[in-house]
């Protein structure tokens, strides 16, 4: 903490040889286990275990209590009445924080255990979508500009309702959008900012959040009031709350494949067998941080089925697996099983790749033509938007070669057995940075092809997704932005209120969509660049072509475009002809 305090150029930093000096004075007293409130903590290879209470979160003085081992796991218990407190593990040389936590302290420093936490548990889910939109967001980066009556870049923000100049902004501008789904980047406690209420401006203190190391515990730094162990908690309710009054779900980005302090995670301490490992005992880094966690390992896999289940109870819709690729396939099928029994509407999709080589065995992998879970269709991200390594653009730049597999998606299918389509995410360049890097072309020009991918990925059947502020063409001005700084990532909603055309068309685009029965897509012809898709009595022509192209084979009689290059639209179709690269809808 020393070192990232001084790297982010803090004024103070309290010397740590200090606080190690100082612990040895610590004031331990002994105590009686009692009878109440339970804890319990994996320990497979030690001996013997003890539970440290503490008044606060920054006191050294405690009360040690003595567990029992029962096989592998360590039990003790306290009078309720001594709720709530702040506690830790120990085995008499190390602290553990409790991998279990619901809630932390500051930091992740403590466990912090309170009664009543069915209070905060939900049974309500929104309906199932069968061709559902998800809108990838970050709670920072979309609260961060906000002038609200609560804290930017916290759960509260993200709930409330907020209009500027007659247009909605904040959540109300996803309830505008008419999105179905809300994909959250990590909320789950995360160590790589600091969660003090003085560090939520520091434009340095920021991070997307792939840094877990507790998988229960929500992230102190969207609290309302971080110095209340419980206020992460209540925000998190109050925005779950919020999206399904819109009927909008909620989706969690959960990053079971790593933890960001690997061997010195208080999870692998207290279970070696945590972390994955090669036979010549080498750590294996399929994730690319360092570690990945060993999903097959048999308590690993309860752990991460508990924490789906105790999101579910807090109202979770669904769940995107980060790096689902190093999780093996026999824990990805009893997710399954166990999120659609709890919730049949439910949403699960994830990242079928590695990011390195990985001592998983062959045997165990992900078997995504198995799962009921969808998938990220990177060949589609590339065929339509345009490669992400290259920089160079694809069907609506021009690059036909991939519109076998666009016509594939469009006809329901795909490169996964179930198949997520999308053509930008948090990962790399946003949309509206990838057509600034591969296009030499006026901004109206940017917003034509911009408009033109929408379309294509709008009318594709299943579950579909696009990031933050593609709807306006918002900039990140860098790729892979994951550290920030705050201000440079977080969305400038004056950028919105200048592009409301462009909003707007997407949200018209995301209307048609509900209108319409994906699944009765007929591909009534198609040339390079030029689609003609047929919708019981609508047709939809898209053109990716720089010139305009004529409607053939239509019927003798009259038509009106019900979609055209402004948007929703009524007006009688007077020629069958389709400008170039647009998209528009007859019927």
Known sequence: RAAAMAAMGASVVKDLDLLRDLRRFRKEEEEAPGVGYEFHVYAPEKEAMALYLYEDEFTMDRIRISMEKHEDTFYAQIPMERLPVYYNFGDGEEEFVDPYAKVLSLNGRRGYAFDDIESYFSGNYVEKKEHPVIYELHVNNFTYELETEVTPGTFCALAESITVEETPVGFDHLKDLGVDYIHLMPVHNYLTVFEEAESKRDEANYNWGYDPDHYFALENSYAENSADPASALTGFGELIRAAHA??????????????????????????????????????????????????????MRKLILDSIEYFQKLGVDGFRFDLCGLMDDETMAEIEAAVYERNPNALLYGEPWMAD?????????????????????????????????????????????????????L?????????????????????????????????EDKERVAKLAFAVLLLTPGPVLFTEGDEYLRRRYKENPYNGPASAVALHWEELLAKKSLASYVKGLIELRHKTDLSRHEILGEEAGFILIKNEGRIFVINGTDEAKEIKGLEEREYKIIFGEKGTTEEALQEPLVPPKSFIAIE
């Open 357 to 409: 080589e990985s001592a998983l065995d062959e045997s165990l992998r992900l078997k995504t033509e198995d799962r009921a879970t969808a998938f990220f269709d990177d060949d589609y991200r590339n065929g339509l938007r345009g490669d992400s390594f290259s920089k160079t653009m694809g069907w609506i730049g021009g690059d036909f070669s991939a519109q076998d597999h666009l016509m594939s998606a």
């Open 246 to 299: 819109a009927g909008i779900g909620v989706v969690m980005d959960v990053v079971y494949n790593h933890l960001y302090l690997g061997e010195k995670s208080s999870m692998v301490r207290l279970n070696p067998r945590a972390v994955r490992r090669f036979e010549d005992d080498t750590l294996s880094n399929g994730s690319g941080t360092g570690t990945e966690v060993a999903t097959e390992e048999p308590h």
């Open 411 to 443: 006809s329901g299918g795909g490169k996964h057995a179930n198949n997520l389509a999308y053509f930008s995410c948090h990962d790399d360049l946003v949309l509206g940075d990838f057509l600034d890097e591969a296009m030499d072309a006026s901004e």
